[in-house]
């Protein structure tokens, strides 16, 4: 009975140690499990958190506090050449350039006696090394991180190289517009969305005669007379789609001096902030020049109506000269003619002279007539440009000069191939008169020469018509192609005097000049050139 009695004792106590030992294993199995979460929970973290660290844009540096590197990311690797198991256990101080190393080591110890997150260098041009060696410009922030293992530094670089050199740019332009600004013969003014003038230049404090600290801060309305934002808009309501306007004023300088001024202006924002700038150039002397080109203009006016009326006097007298003046003198040489056929043999030597010399006048008056008639048409005379074959033109002149004077034998000299271009009829009177001087003055001359040639100069064709003749004495020039103005006396070579001032008007009328070489017996030369079309077509407008 007492064996059973503990036998039933023992089979509770088993039971309740089989209870115990379940108990247990359950609890030991959740235990695993949730240790297993916990396991895989920091995989999942640390797995996400290297993806963070390999997709940040900057690049990461996790080091010790004593600033031995225990990981960084591809960013790293491509900014300084490394690979990173080159780097992993080495001092962060193989990033930093030599000459900085040792001060680098003091400023990290500083940094871990107060770990706070923040920027690395302030104020300074920080540069990193590549393992080439070379520099590389970076910004650097510290911060600290916390872990289990203990505290880490996270340094965060990013290369600025290309920031860099943009902040170079921008500073040398900034150099060179300070320098233009300071430099520029136009003053320049900026004013702000309020119309106060926040900027002026040296040349700005010079044309209003302030000086720099009563301008900034004054407003625009105080030196122009519309207000630079208002004229801005005034202006833009004619262009509106124009951030660039031009507008003209009046300004005033100290004292209350006022004065013109053109006005360029532009709109632009900068921080946010919206501005105008001007560029003012005083326009007094231009403004004066254009009272005087009025002036003049309406001199000129009143001169071509002067003209006119010379015009029509003249008209008047060409009329005169025509019809009026012509009929007394056709009367004189009509009844000279008669009494030398009917009266002649009843006049003694002496008074047949007279009676040649009436004539003879009369028919120099009668020519000279037809001169000055030439001469006052060719102002009112039409042109006709067109291209001229002035060998063939110079040709004909010359087989109607030896047609005329058959005895005389003169070497001749023409140029083949020249041409030109202006008014066919007006060139060849122009020609004929020249080759007629040349052949006149040549008369008395053992050998007599005439050429007709060209030589391309600078400007152009010009033409040269030369002969060996009896020449001029060129102190005398200024008379050359004034009309009635003879260098020789009418007994030795007859003329009027007009020939040459006819070629000179028709040499003018065509946009060119005619000048003249010579000397006393030894012949002359005329040079004359003619322009284009357009000074052709302005001069003969005239």
Request: with cysteine; aromatic share 6%; glycine share 6%.
């Amino acid at each position: 009975h007492a064996r059973r009695e503990a036998l039933n004792e023992l089979k509770v106590l088993n039971a309740s140690l089989e209870a115990r030992v379940i108990e247990r294993t359950g609890a030991l199995n959740e235990l695993n499990a949730q240790l297993r979460a916990e396991a895989e929970f920091r995989a999942d973290a640390e797995r996400q958190l290297a993806d963070l660290i390999e997709a940040a844009p900057d690049g990461l540096v996790i080091c010790s506090t004593e600033g031995v590197i225990s990981r960084v990311n591809a960013r790293i690797e491509s900014m300084f050449g490394y690979e990173r198991n080159e780097l992993m256990g080495q001092s962060v101080e193989v990033l930093v350039p030599d000459s900085f190393r040792a001060k680098h080591v003091g400023h990290r110890s500083r940094f871990m006696l107060d770990p706070v997150a923040r920027p690395m260098g302030i104020g300074l041009e920080l540069n990193g090394k590549h393992k080439s060696g070379q520099l590389i410009a970076v910004d650097i922030s510290l911060s600290v991180a916390h872990t289990t293992h203990g505290m880490f530094v996270v340094v965060a670089v990013r290369d600025i190289a290309a920031r860099r050199a943009l902040e170079s740019q921008l500073k040398s332009q900034d150099a060179l517009l300070s320098a233009m600004a300071e430099t520029a013969r136009d003053a320049m003014i900026t004013v702000d969305a309020y119309d106060v003038i926040r900027f002026v230049n040296p040349a700005a404090e010079q044309m209003f005669s302030f000086g720099q600290k009563s301008m900034l801060g004054a407003r625009s309305s105080e030196i122009f007379s519309v207000p630079l934002i208002e004229a801005f808009r005034n202006a833009q309501a004619n262009a509106p789609f124009s951030r660039n306007v031009s507008v003209a004023m009046d300004a005033k300088r100290v004292g209350g001096l006022a004065f013109p001024v053109e006005v360029s202006l532009s709109e632009y924002t900068a921080s946010g902030q919206r501005y105008h700038a001007a560029i003012v150039r005083d326009i007094s002397e231009r403004k004066a020049t254009e009272d005087r080109i009025v002036e003049l203009n309406s001199r000129l006016l009143r001169r071509n109506v002067e003209l006119r009326e010379l015009n029509s006097e003249l008209e008047a007298y060409s009329y005169t000269i025509s019809h009026d003046l012509r009929t007394p003198l056709r009367a004189i040489a009509g009844f000279s003619d008669i009494l030398s056929a009917e009266s002649a043999e009843r006049l003694d030597a002496n008074g047949r002279d007279k009676l040649e010399r009436i004539r003879n006048a009369a028919q120099r008056m009668g020519q000279l007539f037809d001169d000055v008639l030439k001469l006052t048409r060719l102002r009112r005379a039409d042109m006709h440009p067109r291209n001229i074959d002035l060998t063939a033109m110079a040709r004909e002149i010359r087989e109607e000069l030896a047609g005329m004077n058959p005895g005389r034998n003169v070497s001749w000299s023409i140029t083949p191939g020249m041409t030109a271009r202006g008014d066919r009829d007006l060139i060849r009177m122009a020609l004929a008169n020249l080759l007629e001087n040349a052949w006149k003055f040549t008369r008395d001359t053992g050998a007599p020469e005439i050429s007709v040639t060209v030589n391309m100069t600078a400007d152009g064709q010009v033409f040269t018509v030369r002969d060996n003749g009896a020449g001029f004495d060129t102190a005398y020039s200024n008379k050359l192609f004034k009309p009635f103005q003879r260098l020789h006396l009418n007994s030795a070579f007859p003329g009027t005097g007009i020939g040459l001032a006819t070629v000179q008007r028709i040499i003018q009328r065509h946009g060119g000049k005619i000048w003249a070489e010579s000397s006393v017996g030894h012949g002359a030369a005329f040079h004359f050139s003619l322009g284009d079309s357009v000074q052709q077509e302005r001069a003969g407008n005239f």
